[in-house]
C-alpha cells in the first residue's frame, strides 16, 4: 500500500460559515428522516396500515441508510466530497417531497428507503469534510456536535409536527412535504461549501499514489478499522434507537404517562443527549478518542443497570439519552482512520451494520425477547454497552498502525 503521506497537501480549513452550512445540512436531513416517526398515527389511518406496518417504513429508511450510505460513500471519494453532499441531499428533498403524496404504504416505504439512503450519505461526506477541513484539536468536538444534531433534528421535527398537527391533525403529508421543503433550501445554500483540497490533492497525485481499492478495508492494517468501527456503530445505534423508537409505548402503555409528560421528558431527554455529545467531543479531543469513548461507555453501562433496577424514570431516561454520547464522535474518528481515499466509504461501510441491525432491526429484537418490554429494553442497553466496549479495545490501537495523509493530522 503506498502511502498517502507522500502527497503535498495544501492546508485545508473550513470557515465558520462554511461549517454552519454543513452543521444545517446535517440538523435538516436529520428532521427529514425522523419526521416520519412523529406522523406514524394519522399516517397509520389515512393509508390503512397497522402500526407495526406503518413502522416497517421507518425500518426501511434505516435499511435504506446502510445500502445506500455506501453508494454514496463511493461517490464522495470517487467524485467529491461536494459533488457527494449536494447529491445526496438532493435525492432527501425529492424523495420527502413525492413520498409525501404517497397513495399506500409501499410507496411511501420506498420513498423513505430512498430519503434515509441520501441522509446517511449526506452524513458520510459531512464526515469526511470535516475531518479533513478541521485541525485535529477540534476535529472531535465538532464532529461530535456534528452528530449530536440527530438530536436536535428530532427536536425539530418534534415541534413542527406539533404545529402542523395541533391546527390539521390528519396533515401528515404537509408535514413531510414541509422537510422536504426545508432540506430543499439547505441544499442551495451548501453549494457555498468548497470541495476538499485533501480530496483534490489526491485525485491529482497522478501516478505517485495508486488509488486505495475498496478491498483495502478488509486487510492489515484497516482491518481492524473496519471490525473495530463496525462493531461500535452496531453497539452505538443499538444502544440508542431501540430505545427511542419504544420509550413513549413504555411510559405511555406500561407506566401510564400522558402524552404531555412524555413529551417533555422527550425533550429533556432530546435536550440532555445534545449535551452529551457536545461533551463526549471535548473528553475526546482532550483525553483521545479512546478513553473518551470508555468514559462514556462506562456510564452507559450504569444507566442501563440503573433503568433495569427500576432507579428512578424520570432520571434513568435523559441519563441514557446523555450516555449515548459514547458514540458521538465516531464518524470523525472512523474518518481519521482511513486514508483519504476511502475516507468516505470507510466510514458509511461501518456506519452500514449499525443503521441496519440498530436502527432497522434493534427495536424488533427489543420487542422480540421474551421478557416485558422494560426488562428487554434494559438487556439490549447493557447488552450494546457490552458490544461498544469491546469494538473500542480493538480499536484502541488504530492510531499506531493507520496510514493516512499528513493533512488528516494537521
Not at 44 to 64: C, D, I, K, N, Y
Not at 69 to 89: E, I, P, S, V
Not at 397 to 408: C, F, M, P, W
Request: glycine residues 12%; aromatic residues 10%; charged residues 10%.
Amino acid at each position: 500500500m503506498n502511502s498517502h503521506a507522500e502527497v503535498n497537501v495544501p492546508i485545508f480549513r473550513l470557515s465558520l460559515p462554511q461549517i454552519i452550512i454543513i452543521f444545517l445540512g446535517f440538523l435538516i436531513a436529520a428532521t427529514a428522516l425522523f419526521s416520519l416517526t412523529f406522523v406514524l398515527a394519522p399516517l397509520s389511518h389515512s393509508l390503512r396500515l397497522s402500526l407495526s406496518q406503518a413502522s416497517l417504513v421507518v425500518t426501511m429508511s434505516w435499511v435504506g441508510g446502510g445500502l445506500g450510505g455506501l453508494g454514496f460513500g463511493w461517490l464522495a471519494d470517487r467524485w467529491g466530497r461536494r459533488r457527494g453532499l449536494l447529491m445526496a441531499l438532493g435525492l432527501v428533498a425529492v424523495s420527502a417531497i413525492l413520498g409525501s403524496q404517497a397513495s399506500n404504504g409501499a410507496i411511501l416505504a420506498i420513498a423513505w428507503f430512498l430519503v434515509g439512503s441520501g441522509v446517511n450519505g449526506e452524513n458520510g461526506a459531512s464526515y469526511a469534510l470535516i475531518a479533513e477541513g478541521i485541525a485535529k484539536r477540534r476535529r472531535g468536538v465538532t464532529g461530535s456536535t456534528m452528530a449530536g444534531l440527530y438530536f436536535a433534528g428530532a427536536l425539530v421535527g418534534v415541534v413542527m409536527t406539533g404545529i402542523v398537527l395541533v391546527h390539521f391533525p390528519s396533515a401528515w403529508r404537509d408535514v413531510l412535504m414541509l422537510a422536504g421543503i426545508l432540506v430543499a433550501i439547505i441544499w442551495v445554500f451548501m453549494w457555498w461549501v468548497p470541495e476538499s483540497e485533501v480530496w483534490q490533492a489526491k485525485r491529482k497525485s497522478g501516478p505517485r499514489v495508486r488509488p486505495e481499492p475498496a478491498s483495502a478495508m478488509f486487510r492489515p492494517p484497516l482491518l481492524r478499522v473496519t471490525i473495530g468501527g463496525t462493531a461500535l456503530a452496531i453497539g452505538g445505534l443499538l444502544y440508542l434507537v431501540p430505545f427511542l423508537s419504544l420509550i413513549s409505548s413504555y411510559l405511555e402503555s406500561v407506566q401510564r404517562w400522558s402524552v404531555t409528560r412524555t413529551t417533555t421528558l422527550l425533550i429533556v431527554g432530546f435536550a440532555l443527549g445534545f449535551c452529551g455529545y457536545v461533551l463526549d467531543g471535548l473528553v475526546a479531543d482532550r483525553w483521545g478518542r479512546v478513553k473518551g469513548a470508555w468514559s462514556f461507555i462506562a456510564a452507559a453501562f450504569v444507566a442501563g443497570v440503573a433503568f433495569w433496577m427500576g432507579a428512578p424514570t424520570i432520571l434513568t431516561v435523559p441519563a441514557i439519552f446523555f450516555t449515548s454520547g459514547f458514540f458521538a464522535h465516531f464518524g470523525v474518528w472512523m474518518s481519521e482512520s482511513y486514508p483519504p481515499a476511502l475516507k468516505a466509504r470507510g466510514n458509511n461501510l461501518t456506519f452500514m451494520a449499525g443503521r441496519v441491525v440498530g436502527g432497522g432491526l434493534g427495536p424488533v429484537l427489543a420487542t422480540s425477547l421474551p421478557w416485558q418490554l422494560k426488562t428487554n429494553l434494559s438487556v439490549v442497553l447493557v447488552g450494546a454497552a457490552i458490544i461498544s466496549s469491546g469494538a473500542v479495545y480493538v480499536l484502541k490501537d488504530v492510531g499506531k498502525i493507520r496510514q493516512t495523509s499528513r493533512a488528516a493530522e494537521l
